[in-house]
T-cell receptor, first 116, second 111 residues
């Protein structure tokens, strides 16, 4: 089946630094990538949607200059949390969709970010 | 505003029983419906997808869709303790590729 590899699985960083999270589709072409954030005991919150080769579309209230998304190839998308602060500590999850959605939505394993 | 609603639970069932999870959605244009299971600290995993009215069965799981009532459900037969998780309902409204998520129902299966 379709697999999305997400790295790192967890990261601890100091306040003010930047963190990059990678998601790679291993056996299909991820035309669209969705980036989510999830706080404890809450549902998934969509942050942005990116299509390969295009600028990401951010959801209302999500700072595009803080959460940089790159989707330069059909197998790789990255989310960079810039100038991270403790309130950015959360579980970040990517989800990839192939062209036409035949494979559905495939989730990465998630990244637990802790900003200290 | 497009919404997906689920009972938050917790829903508790004994081992071997049938667990019934329900979801309603507001957008009549919705075309694709998904049930995901999420264990604590893990990312969601797809349990079932359904696109047309009626029932769809896969092993112990049955998804039921009623577009007229804007209702989708998930039945888990012979519930096992390993089924204890949060079940998320997600809906895709056609051309909009985004999934609209419910808040999830917490299920506990007691041995």
């Amino acid at each position: 089946g379709a697999v999305v590899s997400q790295h790192p699985s967890w990261v601890i960083c100091k306040s003010g630094t930047s963190v990059k999270i990678e998601c790679r589709s291993l056996d299909f072409q991820a035309t669209t990538m969705f980036w989510y954030r999830q706080f404890p005991k809450q549902s998934l919150m969509l942050m942005a949607t990116s299509n390969e080769g295009s600028k990401a579309t951010y959801e209302q209230g999500v700072e595009k200059d803080k959460f940089l998304i790159n989707h330069a190839s059909l197998t790789l998308s990255t989310l960079t949390v810039t100038s991270a602060h403790p309130e950015d500590s959360s579980f970040y999850i990517c989800s990839a969709r192939d062209y036409g959605g035949r494979l559905g939505y495939t989730f990465g394993s998630g990244t637990r970010l802790t900003v200290v | 505003q497009k919404e997906v609603e689920q009972n938050s639970g917790p829903l508790s069932v004994p081992e071997g029983a049938i667990a019934s999870l329900n979801c309603t959605y507001s957008d009549r244009g919705s075309q694709s419906f998904f049930w995901y299971r999420q264990y604590s600290g893990k990312s969601p995993e797809l349990i079932m997808s359904i696109y047309s009215n009626g029932d769809k069965e896969d092993g112990r799981f049955t998804a039921q869709l009623n577009k007229a009532s804007q209702y989708v459900s998930l039945l888990i037969r012979d519930s096992q303790p390993s089924d204890s998780a949060t079940y998320l309902c997600a809906v895709n409204a056609g051309n909009n590729r985004k999934l609209i998520w419910g808040l999830g129902t917490s299920l506990g299966v007691n041995p």
